[in-house]
């Protein structure tokens, strides 16, 4: 279903600031793979989608506080400036870009807002599809994908969102924290453990402890190790959850040592998917894919999958062969597990080499001919 939506992230003000007699430009981070609450649940932006319709943010008109009613820009008087230099960056899942305020359209006081870094937040308007299949992306499970982005206009200085700058979904990782000491917003308590200086930059990314307690963190890397494993900057505790900063501090007190080593198994956990995937040509599958053995496979060795990096297409016993077999000739399968044609025929090779093990006959497609008739029908109605 085709939907309008507005998200909030973060102006890279913090950044150099280029100033001369006619703009204000300003470095921001537009657009991020991430997972955001909306009113029909959770929506996860994959970052191949944002990659592939990143252009189309440039020249997007900025308008200043709140959304207009329209995605697109119908009245000239609201334009306060423009987007430029748009790019999808890889290291962080998202896209960049410069927003040029025109002086001659804003007032001082909001170009001086936006350069002291009191007005950070700048929100996306857009159309998308909303494919409502759900699944996890970093630990974290979603309702719905949001795919085929069409973006519109850019709404600067809006006060907080249903994303908290700057280390929401989208993870701003370049914006250093102003605020030293634990903090109310319009939705969160946030108490800092770390200074964010110590962290690598590109390293951060928002993580769920309690999604029933409203208890988030953001981690990242030091650069003190980099190679190593990440820790906890900060905490975020959502104030619908009843959450105040005495109850949120207490918790810290009690709690912190039990995080941090929730968080060092979690990365363990991510270690050790990276050294099995190693040994394939399959990626890890963000989302998708699972980080430990599913305890319904516990007694099925890693070689017995015929995707071993993400737990995926058990080769035993029999009847679990078969079924891989049948559903690694539907494409919609390749599609929907992020498989590129390359893995998805490395992994029907194996089952194929299982198969004739065990002496099976083995077809082009081992569909049973009323499977074949439900496909066929899938197929049409879908077109």
Known sequence: ?????????????????????DALVVPAILARESILPFCVGRGYRPAKELKVAAWTLEGAWVVAY???????????????????????????????????????????????????????????????????????????????????????HVVAGVPEGRCPSPYCGMCVDSFKVKHADPEVTEKYVRIRVRDPELFVEGSFRTIVLSAEKGIHAVIGKLKSDPSGATVIQNYM???AKDWTMEKAQAWVREHKDVAEEEQGKHE??????????????????????????????????????????????????EERLRSAWQRLHQEENRADGGYTPEEWEWMKNRVEKRLKKKGAEVKADSLDPVEVLKRSRRLLKSQ
């Open 1 to 21: 279903m085709r939907r309008i939506r507005a998200v909030r992230i973060e102006a890279d003000s913090t950044k150099q600031v280029r100033e001369d007699v």
């Open 66 to 152: 709140n959304h207009i009613d329209t995605v697109f820009v119908t009245n000239p008087e609201d334009i306060r400036g423009r987007v430029e230099n748009v790019k999808f960056c890889g290291d962080i899942n998202g896209i960049r870009g410069d927003i040029r305020f025109f002086k001659v359209a804003c007032d001082q006081a909001f170009l001086d807002g936006v350069k002291q870094g009191d007005l950070k937040d700048v929100s996306p308007a857009y159309y998308c599809e909303e494919d409502f299949t759900p699944g996890e992306f970093g630990g974290e499970k979603y309702d719905f994908v949001q795919r085929d982005f069409m973006f519109g």
């Open 237 to 239: 505790f959502e104030l």
């Open 268 to 317: 363990k956990q991510r270690e050790e998917a990276e050294r099995r995937c190693a040994r394939t040509p399959i990626k890890f599958k963000e989302g998708k894919g699972s980080l430990t053995k599913p305890e319904e496979y516990q007694n099925v060795d890693d070689d017995d999958f015929a995707d071993p990096c993400n737990y995926n297409y058990p080769m035993t016993p």
